[in-house]
């Protein structure tokens, strides 16, 4: 029995082989755990919703043709259900519900795993995670501007720099106005901003037919993207992100105008800048949207964001930013006599308590094959009782101490926090 | 629209209503962070599958019965699929892939999300995360008492002692001995198994007529469990667990036996000592179960547990032992005049640069506003500039300084530094 095409297996490093849908528990919890600090450090705080919702959640935004791309299905309870494809629906259900009870603006951040049908293709899965954040009931650009910060310093803690990537910043509103001088037929303005949506991947020639039935030239609409000229509102998230330092991650670029319906405003999308990989994460403004999925209860303006997992460990594997895993235990204990093995479960039990990460032999095992394994575990230190004292050995440096038993976790402990002080210094 | 009934939604605290499928993100992320931390201080590496997997994976082992109660499917491909109900089947195909690029024992943990289409009842929800440990490729008794005090920790992690719950130690084998001594018919073992399983909470008089059904008397069978006689295994585990200092948490109890088929040695379920809850979690020994799941490719001796996110939170409001959320604000920065937004920008971005928690407003705000934001979000110090300094406060002592903006980030790390060393000492 193997795993379902298009999902992914997730197993502690060293991961034994490398097919492409076994990935590294590791590398995945370090991108989560970038995720999170990054929100966390610009005050957004964490929320959940169900993989699993009504399929009318999905359908009432983006309409039927969307069920093609769904895991979706009828329950035991005959409800129409799909695993959730996106998580901005969630969100939206989720502050209809209970925005009453939050101060605004509303600064969330989600980390769902979201799944797709989609045609199998080398790279395309069908599920990935996904960070999702979110700025509910601010109007101000300043939001905007915070959330293309947020952006920056995700990328930029995972190691990529200005000369990695780039937030390419347009707005959905200057390409609305463009479509509005020059059609009337607005019920085809979604269709014409995933023409050029597309344009960077599509023949040129594909695109042309299509812009030509709507009523528009492929040329004009190149030379409208060349000029760029950036809105106020643009001009000021730009400044705005020039007050923080950040100037030099962003550009405007008309190129970028998100195909979803529902975008309302600025929108952008981050790239890596050899141009090899599909989009690194893209967002905007949806004003209108948690109106729509509340059926006219609540309405908040609202902006967010979403990162996949896939591509950004893609990247960060092809710009070598992936660290050295398997350094996580701190000691282990060596058991060279059996009569000490009682003993030594005690001290075990002693310096998991105070939260190192300890390993041992669990049955008899030569001293230089429990040493072995120490080293391939990447244990900082070992300890072995003897004669009522324990011996810490510290790897890398040799050092040995023998210490009283309980005093090993103080030790370990202080050590490790006068290192942090002296990287503060 | 509304989530899906027995689904639950995660907010961060404080969760404004108290409706039985809201639960709080804070408390879940709390969990988590007992869960991992101590997984980890045990030695046990991470790893997660897909939560949807091939039918057959939970068929193989559990027979065709089990599907009533799972979500499953037949996708666009024209596989049988279905949402994982338990992880262990993952683990096994796991193993059975990948076991050769590991050193034995294996020991992994995972929290992943399960799925089972219940009956809907009060408390009992459609899915739940779920902390799954397991040994793999050790038949030594070591590693049964191992899993049994990492239970143990990960409750005393989180707060319980051991006058909150109970580890419950049994013997699948002493029961297995008792079965086949009175019966020959090895097929109605697991039946047996389950109406042992449910005694405590079945009706006397239907556990009798079962029981009769299958040739054996209830008044013996609860003599059986009265008795109680450990067997040798059993002590081993004991007195193992005693040497840690931890034999104040366990007893034997033969009114445990663990209603699936697969277990082969000791078993064991955590209990609330008032008794008041379902199992806090349960597991055991399953020698022949990635055998079975790999189709005879591999044959690795195995024991885990699993333990749920939904009766542990339960448990811990009921014993108030839920801490106070939302105090994970480090700084709020005070904008009081406009003309200070672009400098304050570049200061908030120097604090989160250093992972510090910072939030402001991102719009003009009168100062004393501010100010209650700050103490609304449980921010540690506030910061304004004022005339090219920085002046930091200190919110629950009151304490000010003056320090040129720079110093900000350092002056809040080295006390958060020293404050952990003297805690230390």
Redesign the interface.
Known sequence: ?????G??????E????SKED?WS??L??HIFDAWR??A????F??????????L??YT?KSGDEIVEQL?N?????N?E?A?RPEMTPTLA??IA??E????K?I??FSMP?L?R?ERQSKGRKR?HFQLNCD?VG?T?R??DA?MV?LII?VLRALGLTSEDFVVRLSSRDAWQKYFEERSSDSEKATDFYQIVDKLEREDPEVSDKKLKELGFELAAVQDFIKQGNPTDELKIII??LT????GDFVKIDYGVIRGLAYYTGPVFEAFDKKGAFRAICGGGRYDHLVNL?S?GKVDLPALGFGMGDVVLAELLKARDLVPEFGD??DVFVLIEEESE???S??L??QL??R?????YS??PMKGNKQFK?AQ??GAEYTVRLDRGLAVLKHLSSREELRLAPEEIA?HI??RA??Q??AE??
């Open positions: 029995m193997d795993r379902l095409p999902f992914r297996d997730f197993l502690p060293p991961v034994p082989t076994l528990m590791d995945r919890n600090q990054v966390e450090s610009y005050g705080r964490e929320y959940d919703g169900p993989p699993l919702e009504a009318e959640l009432v895991f299905f009828t329950d035991k309870g409800r259900v695993l259900r989720l519900a209970n009453r009870g939050y101060k603006p600064k969330w795993q799944f049908y599920e700025i601010e101000d300043a939001a915070e910060a310093d400044d705005n007050a923080r330092g950040l999925v059926g996580d235990l093995r009682p003993a479960l005690g075990i039990q998991r308590e939260s190192l990460n300890v390993d669990l049955t394994r391939e575990l103080d402990i202080e926090l006068s942090a002080e503060q210094n």
